[in-house]
């Protein structure tokens, strides 16, 4: 971050002046229509030199809780607003920077607590997962992680499903095909744990030999990676607010109602496209988090692999089977099915991630900083990481 990037002769945003997008549509709308052309552009300019200031204020300020974990909120709340100001900050994006800060004022005050609670680690263990660990466990901490190595892979296990086993209320021995899946992944990060307040701050790593485990010097990599998933769990509206769930049996309903194949078509390829949505929000959260550690492109071939090949960021193997949909259908019906998975689940999936790729290399070719990109980009959605990189480069406002 240098601080002369913020210096420029004529920003399209004066000093002081409050820029909120919407109201601006709303007075391009009004406006005559000869008119409108211009204020579109200027608005296009103003639009990408805000999200990029701000990207850049959130940026310096996730440096500064580094800096200062135990910081006050007010002081971090001040200096955003005070920032914001150069890039017309609105009183809705003030609101949305004071709920962030709140957000990581309970997790950092969740974590304090129970560290001070349970000071040694074996307990600790034992009050997240609800069995002491078998093997030596170690923790390494962060304001938004608490990140436990395992070496011994019953208790890296225990982690990996400690999530369902609490909805199962009780312990059971772990089938062969969990053992596959845990063996799978170098370490994971757990969106619930018996604390709700500490959600997604909490993380494990395979260190027990069994299955991938990561090399001595991968394991830092792996904590900046789990712990931009925390990160990301603060300032993602996509992963706070989830998508609305899909009402399948209403979904049947219409279907079965729809007289024509267009029609039928046209239902099955919005249904189908919820749940891309709903993929796109995890892949997302997990491209930026293989961008922070370095391994964007690999995030793009594991993203698209099929859990059947032994993907395990495999978010639409579900919806892409479609069984319990039409259990009953005739052929045509079968074909037609299929064909919108390809289009919908398979092409326009892999089309999605391949721009958001493209999109953060676009970036970094104009020279701007990994952290300005992250911070850009996590408050869009990923379908849209094209359209807003293209809008910020074309408008030149670095
Ligand atoms: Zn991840």
Redesign the pocket.
């Known amino acids: 971050m240098q601080e002369e990037k913020f210096v420029m002769e004529q920003p399209p945003i004066k000093y002081g002046e409050v820029f909120d997008p919407e109201i601006a549509v709303r007075e391009i709308l009004k406006a005559p229509k000869e008119e409108r052309q211009q204020k579109l552009a200027e608005f296009k300019e103003k639009l990408a030199f805000q999200q990029v200031g701000l990207a850049r204020v959130q940026d310096i300020l996730i440096d500064e809780i580094r800096n200062k974990p135990n910081g006050k909120i007010e002081d971090f709340y001040d200096m955003a607003v005070e920032l914001g100001a150069e890039f017309g900050m609105n009183k809705q994006q003030k609101k949305e920077i004071a709920k962030i800060l709140d957000r990581y004022s309970l997790l950092y005050k969740g974590i304090e607590n129970i560290r001070q609670k349970f000071p040694n680690t074996n307990d600790l263990y034992k009050e997240l997962f609800f069995e002491a660990p078998k093997g030596k466990v170690e923790l390494v901490t962060g304001p938004v992680s608490l990140y436990f190595k395992c070496y011994d892979f019953k208790d890296y296990l225990t982690v990996f499903y400690s999530n369902q086993r609490r909805h199962h209320g009780k312990k059971r021995d772990f089938t062969e095909e969990e053992k596959a899946e845990a063996m799978g992944c170098k370490?994971i990060?757990i969106f619930s744990v018996s604390h709700p307040e500490i959600g997604r701050v909490v993380m494990a790593e395979n260190n027990s030999g069994i299955g991938r485990n990561p090399k001595e010097e991968e394991s830092a990599v792996i904590f900046i990676?789990?712990e931009?998933?925390a990160i990301n769990s603060l300032f993602d509206k996509d992963l706070l607010d989830p998508n609305d769930p899909i009402n399948v049996r209403n979904v049947r309903q219409s279907f079965l109602d729809a007289e024509t194949m267009e029609e039928k078509e046209k239902i099955l390829i919005n249904f189908f496209r919820q749940f891309r949505k709903n993929a796109e929000a995890f892949a997302k959260?997990?491209m930026i988090?293989?961008y922070k550690d370095g391994h964007e492109d690999m995030a793009l071939v594991e993203l698209n692999m099929p859990k059947e090949e032994g993907g395990i960021?495999d978010f639409l193997e579900e919806p892409r089977k479609a069984e319990y949909l039409w259990l009953k259908s005739s052929d045509d019906i079968r074909a037609l099915t299929k064909e919108v998975v390809e289009k919908t689940l398979v092409q326009e999936y892999k089309e999605t991630l391949t721009i958001g790729v493209g999109a953060v290399r676009k970036m970094e070719d104009a020279g701007y900083e990994k952290e300005e990109i992250i911070a850009l980009l996590t408050h869009e959605p990923l379908a849209r990481w094209g359209k807003v990189v293209k809008r910020v480069l074309e408008s030149d406002v670095k």
Do not use: G, L, R, T
Request: hydrophobic fraction near 20%; glycine fraction near 0%.
């Open positions: 370490a990060n990676h789990e931009q998933h959260d997990e988090a293989h960021y």
